[in-house]
């Protein structure tokens, strides 16, 4: 049985892949979102966005570019690492449709030209920004100095952890500081907003509360995910696998908390302490909290028990079912 099946869903409302058909309007994006349409609306210069890992900054970039006029602008995404400033060229101008072959001058040549034909904007999307090196950097600030008609015909996100706002601090990119025009640091939800953004993803897949979520199952949700839209996602559909495998129709506090501990348990968290001596709590509030840990890890063996046996049994139904 397939969860959508199980729970009437028309797909999953939890999948890794950013979407921009589930986007969530949170306060924190909402303003990012506001940078961004401000900065395109100056038809010049950088607009930057930061945010941790999984903070959602693709999502909202997708559904800027879903938002502009095809016919008007023509729009370039390309994702770095450690490039240097030639090889970002060359990135952008196979990103642009131009020959990214030849020297340095031939690609520069092939892009110009590009930016000042046709009456198209050009916006050039550079995510995993905080990868650049400062040389590519002031290439990009260089390309943001081709004018046609007395206005810039390319336009530069930068979007990035962040520690691309520390590089952009370096006194030698003074020059590129001073062609930004909007920078947002994107933040975490708040509680609150994590059982929103829950709960929208949820009745955007057709959710009609089944499964319930208990208000402190989504408070741990916060807890466990710090407000990172990835983490949300990535625990809830954990959540939502428990809930089919085990027929809930209520999501609770004590099935999130075993699914956290679950995970934290697979990305091998738990092994930080190996081969090294424990510390010893320094008082009886510490020594509660970690009674009431290995409590919790021994509900969550039971728990696991009974996925995999729930797992075993729709394998085997399965395959009874095939032959």
Same mark, same amino acid.
């Given at each position: 049985?397939?969860?959508?099946?199980?729970?009437?869903?028309?797909?999953?409302p939890?999948?890794?892949?950013?979407?921009?058909?589930?986007?969530?309007?949170?306060?924190?994006h909402?303003?990012?979102?506001?940078?961004?349409?401000?900065?395109?609306a100056?038809?010049?210069?950088?607009?930057?966005?930061?945010?941790?890992?999984g903070?959602?900054?693709?999502?909202?970039?997708?559904?800027?570019?879903?938002?502009?006029?095809?016919?008007?602008?023509?729009?370039?995404?390309?994702?770095?690492?450690?490039?240097?400033?030639?090889?970002?060229?060359?990135?952008?101008?196979?990103a642009?449709?131009?020959?990214?072959?030849?020297?340095?001058?031939?690609?520069?040549?092939?892009?110009?030209?590009?930016?000042?034909?046709?009456d198209?904007?050009?916006l050039?999307?550079?995510?995993?920004?905080?990868?650049?090196?400062?040389?590519?950097?002031?290439?990009?600030?260089m390309?943001?100095?081709?004018?046609?008609?007395?206005?810039?015909?390319?336009?530069?996100?930068?979007?990035?952890?962040?520690?691309?706002?520390a590089?952009?601090? &370096?006194?030698? #990119?003074? $020059?590129?500081?001073?062609?930004?025009? @909007?920078?947002?640091?994107?933040? %975490?939800?708040?509680? +609150? !907003?994590?059982?929103?953004?829950?709960?929208?993803?949820?009745?955007?897949v057709?959710?009609?509360?089944?499964?319930?979520?208990?208000?402190?199952?989504?408070?741990?949700?916060?807890?466990?995910?710090?407000?990172?839209?990835?983490?949300?996602?990535?625990?809830?559909?954990?959540?939502?696998? &428990?809930?089919? #495998?085990? $027929?809930a129709?209520?999501?609770?506090g @004590?099935?999130?908390?075993?699914? %956290?501990?679950?995970? +934290? !348990?697979?990305?091998?968290?738990?092994?930080?302490?190996?081969?090294?001596?424990?510390?010893?709590?320094?008082?009886?509030?510490?020594?509660?909290?970690?009674?009431?840990?290995?409590?919790?890890?021994?509900?969550?063996?039971?728990?696991?028990?009974?996925?995999?046996?729930?797992?075993?049994e729709?394998?085997?139904?399965?395959?009874?079912t095939?032959?």
């Amino acid at each position: 049985m397939m969860l959508t099946d199980f729970y009437g869903l028309r797909e999953h409302p939890f999948q890794m892949t950013p979407d921009a058909r589930l986007y969530y309007p949170s306060t924190v994006h909402s303003r990012a979102y506001a940078h961004l349409t401000y900065g395109i609306a100056q038809r010049e210069g950088f607009v930057v966005v930061t945010g941790e890992v999984g903070a959602g900054k693709t999502t909202l970039v997708d559904r800027l570019c879903a938002e502009l006029d095809p016919a008007t602008f023509n729009i370039a995404r390309i994702a770095t690492t450690q490039v240097e400033g030639d090889d970002l060229l060359r990135l952008a101008a196979g990103a642009f449709g131009t020959d990214p072959d030849g020297n340095k001058a031939a690609v520069l040549r092939g892009i110009t030209s590009a930016l000042r034909s046709g009456d198209r904007r050009y916006l050039l999307i550079v995510d995993e920004a905080q990868g650049l090196r400062p040389d590519a950097l002031e290439e990009l600030r260089m390309l943001s100095n081709v004018t046609e008609g007395g206005r810039a015909p390319m336009q530069t996100i930068l979007l990035g952890q962040p520690q691309l706002r520390a590089t952009l601090a &370096s006194p030698d #990119l003074d $020059q590129l500081r001073q062609r930004v025009l @909007a920078c947002y640091h994107l933040g %975490a939800l708040s509680c +609150e !907003e994590t059982h929103a953004y829950v709960k929208h993803r949820m009745r955007a897949v057709g959710w009609q509360d089944h499964p319930h979520w208990d208000d402190d199952a989504l408070d741990l949700v916060h807890r466990h995910s710090a407000g990172i839209p990835r983490r949300i996602n990535r625990l809830c559909s954990r959540v939502l696998l &428990s809930g089919l #495998l085990e $027929q809930a129709s209520v999501l609770s506090g @004590a099935m999130v908390e075993a699914t %956290a501990i679950e995970l +934290e !348990e697979d990305l091998g968290s738990g092994l930080q302490h190996l081969g090294r001596p424990l510390a010893m709590p320094a008082d009886d509030g510490a020594l509660r909290e970690m009674r009431q840990r290995i409590d919790a890890l021994e509900r969550n063996a039971g728990h696991r028990e009974r996925i995999f046996n729930r797992l075993a049994e729709i394998f085997f139904d399965g395959a009874r079912t095939r032959t």
